[in-house]
């Protein structure tokens, strides 16, 4: 799977973290159902506002470039989105690109303006399969040098931009002349370099498919003569106050905004995955409030099941619940199956846990019966990557003050254990006292 990176040039924002979550997503879950995964996600280190941008502060493109990179991988793994096979930079594969090019020349879909090279999308009949624009009403010859564009300027593009005093000294000196490559290129010559001409999934978001994907598969198809990718997945934008989230808009958030504001990154990364990736949605602190919540609930869950899980006690074996875990494992294969319905399976997750503390209210659950949900969870949380976190421990003193109280409570002295409890309890840790045995937690801080 080939999957769309980020453009250096500025710390990439939540709407940005929607596409790369909902990729992480799809690529966890392959893994999960047998399959081996082979990703690569670009970096694109050069065009026109990685130029712009490092020409401003008077630095060279890759130092400028070099700090947006290390953020970006910071901010992947804070969000805990697994590492591509591989992350091809756009400058590191200048000679595939004029090798592409060339070909493209050679094949007569390519022509010459000016030093620029253009691919002309007349020549391909199935131009705007993917993005369905229409070509009907374009005007022979019309050209457009700019790597973005709107979606009404169906135009022959840029395959490589002759230099010019804009660009600094950012070239390169090739057999197709003086300049740089232009953006969509990148993403042909990369994929097909490490994987092939034809492959399986490309991602990314919506706003990707024209004219980027749209010019990508038209590029690749004409070179190869061949289908290029099997399937295309686009996620929906990621809103703020009902309108797109972008940094051109000003109505974004970084990463950086949101854990300064105290937000668990593990809460950004469920709000960003709990809706289905082919809606929209609404990005407002109160929502990620309740999502960090929600996370918080569930970590806290795990947390009782696995002080209790290896408990004694002889309760029987709940065959009930051992049923309704099993439903809960078919459901959410089934809901992830079709089409990736996080929602769904974010559901069938709640209602085991629903169903989990329900039982252990009434005494009914056995160990090995939270064992088995535990293990399940974790199990489904290689998909979802949001429970697993640092088991917290005891302090000494803490540890000591729940002993004391046991063996109060063991004697009878019911007031000192109380006494106790209090005592742990503003320390922020509270007891439970169940048919396994007292179990702990610590409070967590919510918002």
């Given at each position: 799977?080939?999957?769309?990176?980020?453009?250096?040039?500025?710390?990439?924002?939540?709407?940005?973290?929607?596409?790369?979550?909902?990729?992480?997503?799809?690529?966890?879950?392959?893994?999960?159902?047998?399959?081996?995964?082979?990703?690569?996600?670009?970096?694109?280190?050069?065009?026109?506002?990685?130029?712009?941008?490092?020409?401003?502060?008077?630095?060279?493109?890759?130092?400028?470039?070099?700090?947006?990179?290390?953020?970006?991988?910071?901010?992947?793994?804070?969000?805990?989105?697994?590492?591509?096979?591989?992350?091809?930079?756009?400058?590191?594969?200048?000679?595939?690109?004029?090798?592409?090019?060339?070909?493209?020349?050679?094949?007569?879909?390519?022509?010459?303006?000016?030093?620029?090279?253009?691919?002309?999308?007349?020549?391909?009949?199935?131009?705007?399969?993917?993005?369905?624009?229409?070509?009907?009403?374009?005007?022979?010859?019309?050209?457009?040098?700019?790597?973005?564009?709107?979606?009404?300027?169906?135009?022959?593009?840029?395959?490589?931009?002759?230099?010019?005093?804009?660009?600094?000294?950012?070239?390169?000196?090739?057999?197709?002349?003086?300049?740089?490559?232009?953006?969509?290129?990148?993403?042909?010559?990369?994929?097909?370099?490490?994987?092939?001409?034809?492959?399986?999934?490309?991602?990314?978001?919506?706003?990707?498919?024209?004219?980027?994907?749209?010019?990508?598969?038209?590029?690749?198809?004409?070179?190869?003569?061949?289908?290029?990718?099997?399937?295309?997945?686009?996620?929906?934008?990621?809103?703020?106050?009902?309108?797109?989230m972008s940094k051109s808009l000003g109505n974004y958030y970084t990463l950086r905004d949101l854990l300064e504001k105290g937000y668990d990154p593990k809460a950004i990364r469920y709000l960003l995955m709990f809706a289905h990736y082919r809606a929209p949605i609404?990005?407002?602190?109160?929502?990620?409030?309740?999502?960090?919540?929600?996370?918080?609930?569930?970590?806290?869950?795990?947390?009782?099941?696995?002080?209790?899980?290896?408990?004694?006690?002889?309760?029987e074996y709940d065959e009930e619940l051992h049923e309704k875990a099993l439903m809960a494992e078919r459901e959410f294969e089934e809901h992830m199956d079709?089409?990736?319905?996080?929602?769904?399976?974010?559901?069938?997750?709640?209602?085991?846990?629903?169903?989990?503390?329900?039982?252990?209210?009434?005494?009914?659950?056995?160990?090995?019966?939270?064992?088995?949900?535990?293990?399940?969870?974790?199990?489904?949380?290689?998909?979802?990557?949001?429970?697993?976190?640092?088991?917290?421990?005891?302090?000494?003193?803490?540890?000591?003050?729940?002993?004391?109280?046991?063996?109060?409570?063991?004697?009878?002295?019911?007031?000192?254990?109380?006494?106790?409890?209090?005592?742990?309890?503003?320390?922020?840790?509270?007891?439970?006292?169940?048919?396994?045995?007292?179990?702990?937690?610590?409070?967590?801080?919510?918002?």
């Amino acid at each position: 799977m080939y999957t769309c990176g980020p453009t250096v040039y500025q710390f990439a924002h939540i709407g940005n973290f929607r596409a790369y979550v909902f990729e992480d997503i799809l690529r966890r879950y392959l893994k999960y159902k047998g399959y081996k995964v082979i990703q690569v996600m670009n970096i694109t280190d050069v065009d026109d506002k990685t130029i712009s941008r490092s020409r401003r502060e008077g630095i060279p493109l890759s130092q400028y470039t070099a700090r947006y990179i290390k953020a970006f991988f910071d901010d992947l793994d804070a969000l805990n989105i697994e590492r591509a096979e591989f992350y091809p930079r756009a400058t590191e594969h200048i000679d595939e690109m004029v090798a592409l090019i060339k070909k493209l020349l050679e094949k007569g879909y390519a022509y010459v303006s000016e030093g620029s090279i253009y691919f002309e999308i007349s020549k391909l009949k199935e131009y705007g399969m993917l993005s369905k624009v229409n070509v009907s009403e374009l005007k022979p010859g019309a050209r457009v040098r700019a790597d973005e564009y709107e979606k009404e300027e169906a135009r022959d593009f840029a395959l490589w931009r002759a230099w010019d005093e804009d660009d600094g000294d950012v070239f390169w000196e090739t057999e197709i002349g003086k300049g740089r490559p232009g953006w969509h290129i990148e993403c042909s010559a990369m994929s097909m370099k490490y994987l092939g001409e034809e492959f399986d999934i490309h991602t990314g978001g919506i706003d990707n498919i024209f004219p980027h994907h749209e010019n990508e598969l038209a590029q690749s198809r004409a070179a190869t003569g061949k289908d290029f990718v099997r399937y295309w997945l686009h996620c929906e934008h990621l809103l703020a106050d009902g309108r797109k989230m972008s940094k051109s808009l000003g109505n974004y958030y970084t990463l950086r905004d949101l854990l300064e504001k105290g937000y668990d990154p593990k809460a950004i990364r469920y709000l960003l995955m709990f809706a289905h990736y082919r809606a929209p949605i609404n990005f407002t602190e109160e929502g990620l409030k309740a999502a960090q919540n929600t996370v918080s609930g569930l970590i806290d869950f795990l947390d009782r099941l696995y002080e209790s899980m290896s408990g004694g006690g002889d309760i029987e074996y709940d065959e009930e619940l051992h049923e309704k875990a099993l439903m809960a494992e078919r459901e959410f294969e089934e809901h992830m199956d079709d089409d990736l319905d996080t929602p769904g399976a974010m559901a069938a997750i709640h209602d085991l846990v629903r169903e989990t503390n329900r039982a252990s209210e009434k005494g009914k659950v056995s160990p090995k019966n939270l064992k088995e949900v535990y293990d399940l969870l974790m199990r489904l949380d290689s998909v979802l990557g949001i429970l697993r976190h640092e088991r917290e421990r005891l302090s000494v003193e803490d540890a000591h003050l729940l002993e004391e109280r046991e063996i109060a409570r063991r004697s009878g002295d019911y007031a000192s254990a109380d006494n106790i409890r209090s005592q742990l309890l503003q320390r922020g840790i509270v007891l439970e006292d169940t048919a396994q045995g007292v179990r702990w937690r610590r409070i967590r801080t919510r918002s």
